[in-house]
């Protein structure tokens, strides 16, 4: 994967060896000095005479210090008198074509120094590069002055890292992966800025509050601490006080609406905080909220004991703003976040979980009712977590007296808790069961969720012990969570009609809003019924409803079902799209249970689709290390993932062997219909008539099109039987299952020239690229399990053979008679093109292409 740093480096060097001016541009601790060193040693590599003047802001009242300081003999008399000397030094040194100026912390050069250097630009129209915070104006000199500065220069702005880019430098910072969890949060305080992400680790790593566990590093403790606060006040210089109150005003609030905060100050300050980058604006229908930026900020300003100054800023937001909207978040959703807003994304929602905490933490404290208990108890298991706090609560486990439905959701959420944060499903399972004996009336709301967590953790569920859901005297709320429990076992055994039936009665009960897990039943419904294109609509505009209410777990379920039918159709692009919108967000440690186990498992089978074994493999280790067993659903079993390692590395045999030992554990515990599309990759990896024989009772006896259409195909595909294999890829095609049915047909124009019936290979094939034609190109994969490998140009292979061969670019360029630019080109393009990132991965993958010859 090629970074966005990367990208931006690339274009330097383009415009500076065309001997154009770039102004760099960035925040404090964005990577300004390291990204001045890479283009110093680039051109440094490649004979150029470069001159580095770093400014120091103590020395700004000495003119011509920085010069001096940068080897400028003639600088070292500061007189006046020595203006003309020092420029024509500098001149004289700079003269040659390839001459390069770099002026790190351009902000902080004193006015002479500067003026020289201008001075020298225009008489030698050399390539000036200058690094620069953001926030100031490049009309400008470095201490304000108006001034025309340097010829026109182009402006290349650093963003924030993205959470992929962070993921790797943390990682190799650490020298260990990072949990996605523990990422995340880091990711969120950091707002994706390198320096202070660096800090945060590097200060909780050092006080204990990040550890290293079998290989891993995950947070153990608030990430927060004491030594951070001066790198946080260098974000802070320069401030005028009356900015400085309303940013902490703001950090006070939280996420707060642009409206409500007008009578706070001056709409001069927080533009001046926008432009400083302190503050971050973000659309939401017609309204625009304000989010502190970076993120770190906000601890900071929480966890700084000033109390006088805390109770002024206070009284002034009492006074100023209504209090109802204080911490409201707006009440039309944003609607869509680019790349750049993703840090910022998560910061809302962890700033939208720790009020929604902080709000039934208080309400528990005060009204201490057994419903107040329950809310705060589910609110907890669905936050960060939090096992202490949860003890707690669970120790001052309320009376229940006179309130069976409160009873009964406490001892759910015990159970979940249990189960799927501690991993004892077994004792989860005897409390649910043993507290539904107490009560009469929502008993069977219990040993609803008792079926529900056996099929998903233990085994298949024994049915009788539920009473009727269409009983008429039945609580509501009893009535729907008995048929969710049979809806959900009834698609896991693969009879859909059942399922079906019991989803339509929830509706009649609650209406046509369903819960998440409710509503993953019914889409994977939809998706065993072969309509995986509509299943992908539905969970895609899911998705994005719950993005725009900073619904995490909302995100994760429908982002993973999303996710799910664009692998089985194929669609490895999308799927990778919307892995990384659902990865930014971390690990669940509560609800949904599977939605990660589901998403790590999809992002190994991609990852060796696209011929990325080191990262199929780090998230197969991933995968092993989640405590969960596999689910009941097809996108929840391992299986899976190990299946498609091993077929993408040419082991077909082992990869029939892997899948079909967990299709045998998945069909033993009750989850036929992930079982049955096992046992058809079964037959598709080995399509045998023997293998046929084998599983064809227990695919059939599952409904809906997904296998059945799959088990037709199949059939056609072991008997070598052109015509059926056609009219199976029709069938995909009308169901949206495009990959399967480019293969149909592929492999029914093959048998039909085989054959010697060039005429309906002729028409097969142009149906073929017909339908090719009319997808997004490469949008849609026909291979099925084999590694799919990039195209490369004859000289993009020539230079990557090269590259993985050690060469350096130069050498390159001397060895094919080309010039370091058009290398580094090539270079840029084979690297994004691949997926590589660094070198050594290029070999990796030039060998498994079968490239290096």
């Known amino acids: 994967m090629v970074s966005t740093r990367d990208q931006l480096f690339a274009q330097a060097v383009e415009m500076i060896t065309q001997g154009a001016c ?11 000095t390291r990204f001045a060193e890479r283009l110093r040693n680039h051109f440094a590599n490649r004979s150029w005479r470069v001159i580095d003047v770093r400014a120091v802001a103590s020395l700004r009242g000495f003119p011509m210090m920085a010069l001096a300081l940068a080897g400028v003999e003639a600088a070292k008399d500061s007189r006046p008198s020595a203006i003309p000397a020092v420029v024509q030094e500098l001149s004289e040194r700079l003269q040659a074509n390839d001459s390069l100026l770099i002026v790190d912390d351009w902000d902080d050069l004193d006015e002479v120094s500067w003026g020289i250097i201008c001075a020298v630009q225009r008489r030698r129209r050399l390539p000036v590069v200058i690094i620069r915070l953001q926030g100031r104006d490049a009309r400008h000199s470095p201490t304000g002055i108006r001034s025309s500065t340097i010829e026109t220069s182009f402006t290349l702005e650093l963003p924030q890292l993205r959470y992929d880019e962070l993921e790797l430098a943390i990682s190799e910072r650490l020298g260990a992966p990072v949990d996605a969890a523990t990422l995340s949060r880091v990711y969120a305080k950091s707002g994706g800025n390198v320096g202070l992400a660096f800090a945060l680790v590097d200060a909780a790593s050092r006080e204990g509050a990040l550890e290293a566990r079998d290989g891993v590093w995950v947070a153990t403790h608030d990430l927060w601490s004491p030594s951070l606060s001066t790198l946080v006040e260098v974000q802070l210089e320069g401030l005028e006080p009356a900015q400085l109150d309303l940013l902490e005003m703001l950090s006070m609030l939280g996420v707060v609406d642009a409206a409500s905060i007008a009578h706070l100050s001056s709409a001069a300050h927080l533009e001046a905080l926008e432009q400083l980058g302190l503050v971050e604006l973000l659309s939401s229908g017609s309204r625009l909220l304000i989010n502190v930026q970076p993120p770190l900020l906000v601890e900071y300003f929480r966890h700084t004991p000033r109390p006088a100054r805390r109770l002024r800023l206070s009284r002034a937001i009492e006074e ?17 976040f680019d790349d750049d807003h993703s840090a910022q994304f998560i910061r809302l929602v962890h700033e939208q979980q720790r009020t929604r905490t902080l709000v039934a933490r208080n309400e528990w404290a005060q009204a201490q009712t057994p419903e107040a208990a329950v809310n ?17 609560l669970l120790q001052a486990r309320p009376s229940f007296a006179g309130s069976e439905e409160a009873h009964a959701r406490w001892c759910a959420a015990e159970a979940d808790d249990l189960a799927y944060t501690r991993h004892q499903p077994e004792r989860a399972l005897e409390r649910l069961r043993a507290t539904a004996g107490e009560l009469p009336e929502y008993g069977p709301f219990l040993l609803a969720r008792a079926v529900e967590l056996e099929i998903d953790q233990l085994g298949d569920p024994d049915l009788s012990v539920l009473p ?3 009983h008429p005297e039945l609580p509501g709320e009893v009535a729907v969570a008995v048929h969710r429990a049979l809806a959900y076992v009834a698609t896991c055994h693969g009879r859909l009609d059942d399922s079906d039936r019991h989803l339509a009665a929830i509706r009649v009960l609650n209406g046509p809003v369903l819960d998440l897990r409710t509503s993953v039943v019914a889409l994977s419904n939809l998706i065993a019924r072969g309509d995986t294109s509509t299943a992908a609509r539905h969970a895609i505009r899911s998705l994005d409803e719950s993005r725009a209410r900073f619904d995490p777990l909302g995100m994760r379920g429908f982002g993973a079902v999303a996710v799910f039918c664009a692998v089985i159709d194929g669609r490895y692009g999308d799927a990778e799209d919307l892995l990384e919108v659902v990865s930014i967000l971390g690990e669940p440690l509560g609800r949904p249970p599977f939605a990660h186990l589901s ?28 405590p969960l067993a596999d ?27 892997l899948t079909l030992e967990s299709a045998n554990q998945l069909w033993a515990r009750g989850a036929r219909l992930a079982a049955a599309m096992a046992l058809t990759t079964v037959v598709e990896l080995e399509p045998s008539v023997e293998r046929l024989a084998e599983v064809r009772e227990r695919i059939s006896a599952v409904e809906g099109g997904l296998v059945g259409d799959q088990l037709r195909y199949l059939t056609a595909l072991v008997a070598q039987d052109p015509v059926k294999l056609a009219e199976a890829g029709a069938v995909f095609e009308r169901e949206g299952r495009f990959g399967l049915a480019l293969a149909a047909m592929a492999r029914a124009a093959t048998l039909h020239r085989a054959n010697g019936e060039a005429e309906a290979a002729a028409e097969l094939t142009a149906r073929h690229e017909q339908l090719r034609k009319s997808l997004v190109p490469g949008s849609y994969d026909a291979t099925r399990f084999r590694a799919l490998f990039v195209e490369l140009t004859e000289r993009e292979r020539e230079i990557a053979r090269l590259a993985a061969s050690g060469l350096s670019n130069q050498q390159i360029a001397d060895e094919l008679v080309l010039s370091v630019r058009t290398v580094e080109s090539h270079l840029h393009r084979v690297m994004r093109k691949t997926g590589a990132e660094r070198r050594s991965h290029l070999r990796d993958y030039l060998e498994r292409a079968d490239l290096l010859r």
Request: hydrophobic share 40%; net charge negative; charged share 25%.
């Open 376 to 392: 705060y108890l589910e609110t907890l298991l669905e936050a960060p977590s939090m096992p202490a706090e949860i003890d707690a």
């Open 22 to 32: 770039v102004d760099i541009v960035g925040a404090r601790g964005s990577g300004r």
């Open 320 to 336: 100023t703003l209504d209090p109802e909207n204080t911490l409201r978040f707006g009440d039309a959703p944003i609607t869509a």
């Open 468 to 470: 009727d859901p269409f």
């Open 599 to 626: 998403l790590t498992i999809m992002s190994s089978v991609v990852a060796s689709r696209r011929g990325q074994r080191k990262l199929a493999e780090a998230r197969n280790a991933e995968f092993e290390r989640i």
């Open 631 to 657: 689910g009941p659903l097809p996108s929840q079993a391992r299986g899976w993932a190990r299946m498609q390692t091993a077929a993408s590395s040419g082991d077909q045999a082992r990869a029939a062997e």
